[in-house]
């Protein structure tokens, strides 16, 4: 580093940029005590779409370009802070960087798990590292605590809810009993959806913030195109109370889970889970992560996902660690060529289905039967008659299923699908004991 005051260059300044800005004016002091010195900093670029657009937090306007590489450029700025999401042009601004040997810190998590192949050896190549606190679960530290803390320890198994939105329109169903249309438009007025909800609600943006976890934990770079996701567009109000009156919730969880047999469980879904489990109990847009090292046991780690002051707070925290940057630091970089990761049909978990059947005699035998030939257990069913409509044609049949492997059940369920009492397709949700 080139001088005693480190120049920082943000790329973007959004809800996250300015609250990055505005940390930095708060507490700039504060951190530069805290750490002794070495963490002295200003921002001395700022990158941005439009010069004409009004901003509150006093930053100086000949700090601002429309031209981004200049945030990488500028020999005054010596860490480049990406925020401006997406996976092409934040892409090249961030493998510039690190290719004239300048720390980025970002929080694009759909970038590093879908291009971090690409970064990480650029990171490895030039020295340079890349921090991304920021990127999981807003400003809950968990990357920090994965890498650091927990440092000693075999990741056995982390379950993360890690979609804010995705678990406020699950518990906005679950307690108003709204339909999914109608909690996801709730959660897009509030400001919790992204503008583009697109990521939140298929699962994808948790599915990115696993696979990063996933990768920290188990050291090889898990490749997003072998990750098994379900998004929450097609939970129903009427699962979500079947759920309740067995005593569980549906929330979207994200599992990474190392097998005895060293592969690596990953996927994200919409899983049932016993309303007695500490995770049961998050809600709204909060975040949480439990992790269960072999030596710490369990950890549980809370708090807010998304938002500028806990999205800043994380990029603070980066920045303050690229600036006590050695050689031996390097952030993350993958430690393992490969690892191998479990096949969806492979995991075993219990289920439960839902049947939509004609009610006529002998469909619970018929649909047991199959069951059976897949040596498949049932432990429970529940099929509550409609008190509105007692002498219906149609029935829902619930079937609790002992564990087994996905593939089994998918085998089986082609099967019961040919029976002619099925009235439409099963829905199938997994019960997590964790
Ligand atoms: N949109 C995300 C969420 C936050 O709802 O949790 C950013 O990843």
Same mark, same amino acid.
């Given at each position: 580093?080139?001088?005693?005051?480190?120049?920082?260059?943000?790329?973007?300044?959004?809800?996250?940029?300015?609250?990055?800005?505005?940390?930095?004016?708060?507490?700039?002091?504060?951190?530069?005590?805290?750490?002794?010195?070495?963490?002295?900093?200003?921002?001395?670029?700022?990158?941005?779409?439009?010069?004409?657009?009004?901003?509150?937090?006093?930053?100086?306007?000949?700090?601002?370009?429309?031209?981004?590489?200049?945030?990488?450029?500028?020999?005054?700025?010596?860490?480049?802070?990406?925020?401006?999401?997406?996976?092409?042009?934040?892409?090249?601004?961030?493998?510039?960087?690190?290719?004239?040997?300048?720390?980025?810190?970002?929080?694009?998590?759909?970038?590093?798990?879908?291009?971090?192949?690409?970064?990480?050896?650029?990171?490895?190549?030039?020295?340079?590292?890349?921090?991304?606190? +920021?990127?999981?679960?807003?400003?809950?530290?968990?990357?920090?605590?994965?890498?650091?803390?927990?440092?000693?320890?075999?990741?056995?198994?982390?379950?993360?809810?890690?979609?804010?939105?995705?678990?406020?329109?699950?518990?906005?169903?679950?307690?108003?009993?709204?339909?999914?249309?109608?909690?996801?438009?709730?959660?897009?007025?509030?400001?919790?959806?992204?503008?583009?909800?697109?990521?939140?609600?298929?699962?994808?943006?948790?599915?990115?913030?696993?696979?990063?976890?996933?990768?920290?934990?188990?050291?090889?770079?898990?490749?997003?195109?072998?990750?098994?996701?379900?998004?929450?567009?097609?939970?129903?109000?009427?699962?979500?109370?079947?759920?309740?009156?067995?005593?569980?919730?549906?929330?979207?969880?994200?599992?990474?889970?190392?097998?005895?047999?060293?592969?690596?469980?990953?996927?994200?879904?919409?899983?049932?889970?016993?309303?007695?489990?500490?995770?049961?109990?998050?809600?709204?847009?909060?975040?949480?992560?439990?992790?269960?090292?072999?030596?710490?046991?369990?950890?549980?780690?809370?708090?807010?996902?998304?938002?500028?002051?806990?999205?800043?707070?994380?990029?603070?925290?980066?920045?303050?660690?690229?600036?006590?940057?050695?050689?031996?630091?390097?952030?993350?970089?993958?430690?393992?060529?490969?690892?191998?990761?479990?096949?969806?049909?492979?995991?075993?978990?219990?289920?439960?289905?839902?049947?939509?059947?004609?009610?006529?005699?002998?469909?619970?035998?018929?649909? +047991?039967?199959?069951?059976?030939?897949?040596?498949?257990?049932?432990?429970?069913?529940?099929?509550?008659?409609?008190?509105?409509?007692?002498?219906?044609?149609?029935?829902?049949?619930?079937?609790?299923?002992?564990?087994?492997?996905?593939?089994?059940?998918?085998?089986?369920?082609?099967?019961?699908?040919?029976?002619?009492?099925?009235?439409?397709?099963?829905?199938?949700?997994?019960?997590?004991?964790?």
């Amino acid at each position: 580093m080139s001088c005693s005051v480190l120049g920082i260059g943000l790329a973007g300044f959004g809800t996250v940029g300015s609250g990055v800005w505005g940390i930095l004016e708060e507490h700039g002091g504060l951190i530069e005590s805290r750490s002794q010195g070495s963490a002295a900093m200003e921002v001395r670029k700022i990158a941005v779409r439009d010069l004409s657009k009004k901003r509150e937090g006093g930053a100086p306007a000949e700090l601002f370009t429309t031209n981004l590489m200049e945030v990488v450029e500028d020999p005054l700025v010596e860490i480049v802070v990406e925020l401006i999401g997406g996976t092409e042009v934040a892409f090249n601004l961030i493998a510039a960087a690190l290719k004239v040997g300048k720390p980025v810190v970002t929080g694009n998590k759909a970038l590093l798990a879908e291009r971090g192949a690409e970064l990480f050896a650029i990171s490895k190549e030039t020295n340079t590292p890349i921090y991304f606190e +920021a990127a999981v679960a807003g400003g809950i530290p968990i990357i920090k605590a994965l890498q650091q803390s927990l440092v000693g320890n075999q990741i056995e198994s982390i379950a993360g809810i890690i979609n804010g939105t995705s678990n406020y329109i699950l518990q906005r169903m679950t307690e108003a009993g709204l339909g999914y249309p109608e909690a996801l438009k709730e959660a897009k007025d509030l400001g919790y959806a992204e503008a583009d909800e697109t990521l939140d609600v298929n699962g994808w943006d948790a599915a990115h913030k696993a696979i990063l976890l996933g990768s920290i934990a188990h050291g090889f770079l898990i490749n997003y195109k072998n990750v098994y996701v379900r998004g929450i567009e097609k939970v129903t109000p009427l699962d979500i109370k079947f759920a309740s009156d067995l005593g569980y919730v549906v929330k979207l969880l994200s599992l990474v889970i190392a097998n005895k047999d060293g592969r690596v469980e990953i996927r994200t879904q919409p899983s049932f889970l016993s309303k007695t489990h500490i995770l049961a109990s998050v809600h709204g847009v909060f975040n949480a992560v439990a992790i269960k090292g072999d030596h710490s046991g369990e950890s549980l780690f809370y708090g807010r996902g998304a938002g500028q002051g806990p999205t800043a707070s994380s990029v603070v925290s980066d920045l303050v660690e690229a600036a006590r940057i050695s050689e031996t630091n390097m952030g993350f970089l993958p430690y393992k060529e490969h690892g191998s990761l479990v096949d969806i049909d492979d995991t075993a978990t219990s289920y439960y289905v839902r049947f939509s059947v004609t009610d006529r005699p002998g469909v619970i035998a018929d649909i +047991a039967s199959v069951l059976a030939k897949h040596k498949i257990g049932i432990s429970g069913t529940h099929s509550p008659v409609d008190a509105d409509n007692p002498d219906a044609d149609f029935v829902e049949m619930v079937f609790l299923l002992h564990s087994c492997p996905f593939g089994r059940l998918k085998q089986a369920l082609a099967e019961v699908e040919n029976l002619d009492c099925l009235t439409s397709r099963p829905v199938v949700f997994r019960i997590e004991t964790l």
